[in-house]
């Protein structure tokens, strides 16, 4: 038509005009019948099973202590922000451009010039939907199928899958009491020289590293910065876990004694006050945010979330998060005294100095995977080695058991269930502590 | 260690004890100093520019109406929902699994059988981080590089830029003022027959077509299953928009007609609630959800969102979108009166039976790229028909105007400024109607 002013008419549909009344009838059409397995894409994982509910003894995935959660003070800042702003929802990206909510920004660029030394403005952090996205951006930036990557031996199992899936050649450096071995890390880069291959990054957890709960220390950090400057590769710094150190100060980042150059840090608020509302970050210069931020096409993360962070933080982050430590570490000490008391010698670990969870080495006999397999179908659910593990030799007899979430009776009976189970399997513990199981 | 519980000593940081102090001093450590440019992966976007607030005159984006932003539903839903619930926040997924918040699920299950004859179980949806995650979902659980679709010839902007980055082929599909021509869409296939080739889906947003506001009836879209059932391609249906019909039943989905047989199934709360809340929804058969789910990699979408959604929806939504509806519809009366009295009759347009966007055809003489890029300079933000379309012919003098988030008056004072621009660029309109602009 024309331009002018037009009578509403328009489009009319069959029927009465109740507004979207419901529909009646719906006529059937013949079934489009054809095999659509056949135009899926190649490689995709297996399908998902449904979903059961959590297992009974559930010793997996990053959940937090409901106990810690701060929910008045979340509740409280949703009251507060959405009385105050809450009419900016009706806008994508609220009033804060595309890097996320400013104020949320504005308090993340104040926690990590106090908590991690690093200097940096609050347009050179970008909120993503969880530390995972940040990784799945990180890797966009980065990867390119046959690429090669440098990263801990035992580390984030979701990390692992990731790198298999972009088809990306993984070298895994051993660790130690305080995190990747510098040695071996300077024997890898070699290598990788030698041949002609330049890894594309070095990712690291280097503050309560994933699972083996070690911190890497100042002097070691300035010797992976001076080994990643040498050989010009970036390094891919990801924090999740720095806020829950039990105590004294923690090292600075890595990003903090680079001053940005050459690495990029992420982190999240899902270890510190809930896992559930999926926000996490990216810090880095702006030649590389600029970079980032076109292959976050989400129209940004979710707002209610940042907000209500946003609110929360500046007042009570502070506060909540050594409450939230204190409660973890006495979930840590049921989990050791309970592994103590059921596997005797049979279990050994570090005393990690903070974190959600324990790396446990078994006896050589004990297959992870299939004690993880077993354990599922009595409720226990256990990460194996090998799935958090770039040498499936090493990870074969270990186990990632998390510790936030289970009460503290379901830790000693979950610990003494898989005690069960693995006796049953593999003949150790010898000797099972005399207690009844639940 | 061995097993048995360990004093609390472990790794000790250098310094005195106050739980994560803060940093006093970070040693510089010499920067990494190399191309961090030769790193990245190939065929990334351009950078982004930095965000300088949004502009005066904002036509673009799926930001909906301030004033109609259902804020006191949402804030009582969220004090009673954290008030109830609020410590499964502590949890991945909440209690739910993977799916989703189930109680946002069941209220979908009965919004969908309701507004659209779908008869699904809550089982059968899938809760994403706004449409956007769906439809990069469906794309991963399809595509790979240089496969072919079938899409509208004026579409979403951001479903062409996906498919581009994908590196897979689009056939555009003309529109009429019903939504795909089948005659067309007949040829496309049959060609693609000709030539070997199987697309792997056609997709199509049938209820308020985006840009262009068509409905498609019921008869076509009959015909349009008939078609991708003989020729074994199936439906991509989105209908981010399909709650925003200003009047009448709107046809059933094609998911309904089909009982889910091929067909896909999108929808959003984006454009009903709220764009900022990141819900959106994937409807499919089991054997098509468990497919999808193990490649959303993102640990569940934003927790709180759903739950506020999944307490307000069931009592409120159906009260609440009506009254947006009507407060739309009176802001696309603004625009089409402004429109006529500042263009006349240089721009045509067809009244939409609903939605938020009017689509804009100019004189052939007007470049809409070159127009929308100068309009911007001066801080009228509109949608060049280009990058809306398949067709960059068909596209070239085109706009997609959308008026959702401005008010009355920033639309009538918009309107006036792009007129004006747009005569001192191109001739047209070539009697500007005599008012002050700005």
């Given at each position: 038509?024309?331009?002018?002013?037009q009578?509403?008419?328009t489009?009319?549909?069959?029927g009465?005009?109740?507004?979207n009344?419901?529909?009646?009838e719906?006529?059937?059409?013949?079934?489009?019948?054809?095999?659509?397995?056949?135009?899926?894409?190649?490689?995709?994982?297996?399908?998902a099973?449904?979903w059961?509910?959590?297992?009974?003894?559930?010793?997996?995935?990053?959940?937090n202590?409901?106990?810690h959660?701060p929910?008045?003070g979340?509740?409280?800042?949703?009251n507060t922000?959405?009385?105050?702003?809450?009419?900016?929802?009706a806008t994508?990206?609220?009033?804060?451009?595309?890097?996320?909510?400013?104020?949320?920004?504005?308090?993340?660029?104040?926690?990590?010039k106090?908590?991690?030394?690093?200097?940096?403005?609050?347009?050179?952090?970008?909120?993503?939907?969880?530390?995972?996205?940040?990784?799945?951006?990180?890797?966009?930036?980065?990867?390119?199928?046959?690429d090669?990557?440098l990263?801990?031996?035992?580390?984030?199992?979701?990390?692992?899958?990731?790198l298999?899936?972009?088809?990306?050649n993984?070298v895994g450096?051993?660790?130690d009491?305080?995190?990747?071995?510098?040695d071996?890390?300077a024997?890898?880069?070699?290598?990788?020289?030698?041949?002609?291959?330049r890894?594309?990054?070095?990712?690291?957890?280097?503050?309560?590293?994933n699972?083996?709960?070690?911190?890497m220390?100042?002097?070691?950090?300035?010797?992976?910065?001076?080994?990643?400057?040498?050989?010009?590769?970036?390094i891919?710094e990801?924090?999740?876990y720095?806020?829950?150190v039990w105590?004294?100060?923690?090292?600075?980042?890595?990003?903090?004694?680079?001053?940005?150059?050459?690495?990029?840090?992420?982190?999240?608020?899902?270890?510190?006050?809930?896992?559930?509302?999926?926000?996490?970050?990216?810090?880095a210069?702006?030649d590389?945010?600029?970079?980032?931020?076109p292959?976050?096409?989400?129209?940004?993360?979710?707002?209610?979330?940042?907000?209500?962070?946003?609110e929360?933080?500046?007042a009570?982050?502070?506060?909540?998060?050594?409450?939230?430590?204190?409660?973890?570490?006495?979930?840590l000490?049921?989990?050791m005294?309970?592994?103590?008391?059921?596997?005797?010698?049979?279990?050994?670990?570090?005393d990690?100095?903070?974190?959600?969870?324990l790396?446990?080495?078994?006896p050589?006999?004990?297959?992870?995977?299939?004690?993880?397999?077993?354990?599922?179908?009595?409720?226990?659910?256990?990460?194996?080695?090998?799935?958090?593990?770039?040498?499936?030799?090493?990870g074969?007899?270990?186990?990632?058991l998390?510790?936030?979430?289970p009460?503290?009776?379901t830790?000693?009976?979950?610990?003494?269930?898989?005690?069960?189970?693995?006796?049953?399997e593999f003949g150790v513990?010898?000797?099972?502590?005399n207690?009844?199981?639940g």
């Amino acid at each position: 038509m024309q331009g002018g002013k037009q009578p509403i008419s328009t489009y009319q549909l069959a029927g009465s005009c109740h507004s979207n009344e419901a529909i009646r009838e719906v006529p059937r059409v013949s079934s489009v019948s054809f095999d659509l397995t056949s135009l899926l894409a190649p490689d995709l994982p297996p399908p998902a099973a449904k979903w059961a509910g959590f297992p009974k003894y559930n010793f997996v995935g990053g959940h937090n202590d409901p106990e810690h959660l701060p929910l008045e003070g979340l509740l409280a800042a949703a009251n507060t922000v959405l009385k105050r702003e809450g009419r900016t929802l009706a806008t994508y990206g609220l009033e804060s451009g595309a890097l996320g909510y400013r104020p949320l920004r504005a308090f993340l660029a104040r926690k990590l010039k106090a908590h991690a030394g690093i200097a940096c403005e609050p347009d050179e952090i970008l909120i993503t939907s969880g530390s995972l996205q940040a990784i799945d951006l990180v890797n966009a930036l980065f990867l390119a199928r046959g690429d090669t990557v440098l990263i801990e031996q035992a580390t984030y199992g979701g990390s692992l899958s990731r790198l298999a899936r972009l088809g990306v050649n993984v070298v895994g450096v051993p660790l130690d009491g305080e995190g990747m071995r510098m040695d071996a890390l300077a024997s890898a880069l070699a290598e990788l020289q030698r041949r002609g291959i330049r890894p594309k990054y070095i990712y690291t957890i280097p503050t309560v590293q994933n699972p083996t709960g070690t911190i890497m220390g100042e002097p070691r950090r300035a010797e992976l910065l001076e080994l990643a400057r040498r050989h010009g590769v970036p390094i891919f710094e990801d924090e999740c876990y720095s806020d829950l150190v039990w105590k004294g100060a923690r090292p600075p980042a890595l990003y903090a004694m680079a001053k940005s150059e050459g690495v990029i840090h992420i982190g999240s608020f899902s270890k510190s006050v809930s896992p559930a509302l999926r926000v996490g970050y990216i810090v880095a210069g702006w030649d590389i945010l600029s970079r980032i931020l076109p292959l976050k096409t989400d129209a940004g993360s979710g707002a209610l979330e940042q907000m209500v962070l946003g609110e929360f933080c500046p007042a009570h982050f502070d506060a909540h998060v050594p409450k939230l430590r204190r409660g973890l570490r006495a979930k840590l000490e049921t989990l050791m005294e309970a592994l103590a008391e059921q596997f005797g010698t049979a279990a050994e670990f570090d005393d990690p100095p903070g974190g959600i969870y324990l790396w446990v080495k078994l006896p050589d006999s004990v297959d992870a995977l299939r004690l993880a397999q077993v354990a599922l179908t009595e409720g226990i659910a256990v990460n194996p080695g090998p799935e958090w593990s770039t040498d499936k030799a090493y990870g074969r007899s270990r186990l990632r058991l998390c510790f936030a979430h289970p009460s503290h009776e379901t830790i000693r009976h979950g610990v003494a269930a898989l005690a069960e189970v693995c006796s049953r399997e593999f003949g150790v513990p010898a000797r099972i502590a005399n207690v009844r199981r639940g």
